[in-house]
């Protein structure tokens, strides 16, 4: 994984990758947001999934960090999270090898990056509006 000046890979990746949300508004009908209603889902998911990763991550359970990143990263695909989706799959290889997640990346990158999307998601919807 080619590292950047910040040290970390995921450093020059959006948050944010819009096109993703715009083409699921495409395919939306007037009663139905695909976009706003995978945006919910995954606002109401990510602080559970980011509360199990940390715990996976105090006790060292491996499998538990793998399977959480997995989760977030497949979450953070569906909606454009480019940056967050890069974090968690930086996590879950180091899991699956045997690494040190943290050397990877950590929770506080996890949590960091899901309130850089807040934000972003809060202009995309506002926008849409």
């Given at each position: 994984?080619?590292?950047?000046?910040?040290?970390?890979?995921w450093a020059d990746v959006p948050t944010l990758d819009r096109s993703v949300l715009e083409e699921l508004r495409e395919y939306?009908?007037?009663?139905?947001?695909?976009?706003?209603?995978?945006?919910?889902?995954?606002?109401?998911?990510?602080?559970?999934?980011?509360?199990?990763?940390?715990?996976?991550?105090?006790?060292?359970?491996?499998?538990?960090?793998?399977?959480?990143?997995?989760?977030?990263?497949?979450?953070?695909?569906?909606?454009?999270?480019?940056?967050?989706?890069?974090?968690?799959?930086?996590?879950?290889?180091?899991?699956?090898?045997?690494?040190?997640?943290?050397?990877?990346?950590?929770?506080?990158?996890?949590?960091?990056?899901?309130?850089?999307?807040?934000?972003?998601?809060?202009?995309?919807?506002?926008?849409?509006?």
């Amino acid at each position: 994984m080619k590292l950047n000046e910040s040290g970390k890979p995921w450093a020059d990746v959006p948050t944010l990758d819009r096109s993703v949300l715009e083409e699921l508004r495409e395919y939306s009908s007037e009663e139905q947001d695909l976009a706003e209603e995978l945006i919910d889902l995954f606002l109401d998911d990510s602080p559970k999934q980011l509360m199990a990763l940390r715990r996976a991550l105090q006790d060292t359970d491996r499998g538990e960090v793998e399977k959480r990143s997995h989760r977030l990263k497949g979450s953070a695909g569906s909606i454009g999270a480019a940056r967050l989706r890069k974090i968690c799959e930086a996590l879950e290889s180091a899991a699956r090898e045997g690494s040190e997640p943290t050397t990877a990346a950590t929770d506080a990158d996890v949590a960091a990056e899901l309130e850089a999307l807040r934000e972003a998601l809060s202009s995309f919807t506002k926008r849409a509006s």
